[in-house]
């Protein structure tokens, strides 16, 4: 499906709005989604933990396997830190509820995460946030510098989305996917960051590095100092290297990203062993 076709399929359905009954969900949970639930509240905790969040108000989903086209998202209300598998709200394309919930789902977040989810097949998870540094370097004009080689896994690989206002307009999804496209990040300008990976850990991933990137362009700018920006070559190099593309150098590291989740996973199980529950 393209993402016109898609954002179409999405736009023809209700909006969340006054309550809606459950509709029927397949008898239980599978394996899988109890996986996905304990890993999207790890993502939650570690969010938390780095202190990413903005209270109730950023989000992050997870698409459940099947073609149901349903997803998992944060409970409005509740802080991240208050995350739990069992507690994540299911929802679908429409934003209705598939399972009783005693909690609504934030209206911005269904339109963010409902319109990614529908257009882009391997945005499994979606990840939001407001921070300062994020919404430091979203209100730049320049937008993201290749300053380190943290900002550099980024490099010709950011799409940009001007700000129309609290998401709260379906149509707005259009052009947040056309903005998207088939990159792994977004900047919302004037807003702030937007990641999504084929699992939680990849998504997180970005979005630890999107934001320290954030963090050193506005630490360099601060000084006041002059800054140096390397050649274009060495940046679309770097960012070969770092997202896994084919790059030519004379090593290879295809476990960084793996052994890194695995540590987080370790991470969350020691800082809130309760996200799970």
Known sequence: ?????????????????????????????????????????????LVAHFRMT???FTHISVRLPGPWQHFLINPYGLLFEEITASNLVKIDLA???VEESP????????????AVHAARPDANCVLHTHTRAGCAVAAQQGGLLPLNQMSMEFHRRLGYHDYEGVALNLDERRRLVADLAGHPAMILRNHG???????????????YYLERACQIQTTA????????????????????????????SDLQDDQAYGLAWAALLRLAHRIAPDHTD
């Open 221 to 248: 700018q601060a000084t006041g100092a002059p800054l140096v920006l390397p050649a274009a070559e060495v940046c679309e190099l770097t960012a070969r290297q770092l997202s896994g593309e084919a790059h030519g």
């Open 54 to 56: 903005d209270l109730i």
């Open 95 to 97: 934003g209705n509820p």
């Open 103 to 114: 909690h609504p789902v934030n209206p911005a977040g269904f339109v963010i995460h409902s």
């Open 1 to 45: 499906m393209t993402t016109e076709a898609a954002v179409r399929s999405v736009e023809a359905d209700r909006a969340p709005g006054a309550p809606q009954p459950a509709r029927t969900a397949p008898a239980g949970r599978s394996a899988e989604e109890h996986r996905l639930r304990r890993e999207l509240a790890a993502v939650y905790r």
């Open 193 to 207: 960051l937007l990641t999504v990976g084929e699992t939680p850990g990849r998504a997180f991933l970005r979005m």
